[in-house]
T-cell receptor
Framework: KNEVEQSPQNLTAQEGEFITINCSYS?????LHWLQQHPGGGIVSLFM???GKKKHGRLIATINIQEKHSSLHITASHPRDSAVYIC????????????FGTGTRLQVFP | EAQVTQNPRYLITVTGKKLTVTCSQN?????MSWYRQDPGLGLRQIYY???????DKGDVPEGYKVSRKEKRNFPLILESPSPNQTSLYFC????????????FGPGTRLLVL
């Protein structure tokens, strides 16, 4: 069993739909990252969370430390949101040790 | 512009021919890492560095070497590449490690024949 699990693996949606991607982890963490990888391959950091909730535009990330679970929500989805979304667990603040989920491939159709 | 650069972006080589992939960041970050990404396996950490001359193994270090002689540079060396090292490689940096925002390079696609 992977230490960081994402679901679903693949997700298709119609433009405008509300989308949720889930990430569960089995290790103690100092922070949880959400990354976006576009079809061209580049990876961009969306959020870094250690507690609570963060919002940036139409994207919202939440984390429940007790349940070891994080979610990424996209409101009013758009075709340009089509990408692979990856969560990564940081095991400690003062190392660079990250464990990655295998990603969720999202396709949003017009 | 704050960025992480990698070179080359694409590389085709043959088994056993030593190669180096360069990584440089202009943000004065302490931490730098190398990852490989393979279908179905996701991103896996190869090596990371917490400062100049301080490096440590990640999850898949076999067949790779790194060095951190300057803060801005963190080259990845494949002394004797093999076909199972065909992959997409990413360099990343952060100010103070895993609890900070990660900045990724554009990736290097390597094919070892």
């Amino acid at each position: 069993k992977n230490e960081v699990e994402q679901s679903p693996q693949n997700l298709t949606a119609q433009e405008g739909e509300f989308i949720t991607i889930n990430c569960s982890y089995s290790v103690g963490i100092s922070a949880l990252h959400w990354l976006q990888q576009h079809p061209g391959g580049g990876i961009v950091s969306l959020f870094m969370l250690s507690s609570g909730k963060k919002k940036h535009g139409r994207l919202i990330a939440t984390i429940n430390i007790q349940e070891k679970h994080s979610s990424l929500h996209i409101t009013a989805s758009h075709p340009r949101d089509s990408a692979v979304y990856i969560c990564a667990a940081s095991l400690s603040y003062n190392t660079d040790k990250l464990i990655f989920g295998t990603g969720t491939r999202l396709q949003v159709f017009p | 512009e704050a960025q992480v650069t990698q070179n080359p972006r694409y590389l085709i080589t043959v088994t056993g021919k030593k190669l180096t992939v360069t990584c440089s960041q202009n943000m004065n970050h302490e931490y730098m890492s190398w990852y490989r990404q393979d279908p179905g396996l996701g991103l896996r950490q190869i090596y990371y560095s917490m400062n100049v001359e301080v490096t440590d193994k990640g999850d898949v270090p076999e067949g790779y070497k790194v060095s951190r002689k300057e803060k801005r540079n963190f080259p990845l060396i494949l002394e004797s590449p093999s076909p199972n090292q065909t992959s997409l490689y990413f360099c990343a940096s952060s100010l103070l490690g895993g609890g900070e925002t990660q900045y990724f390079g554009p990736g290097t696609r390597l094919l070892v024949l």
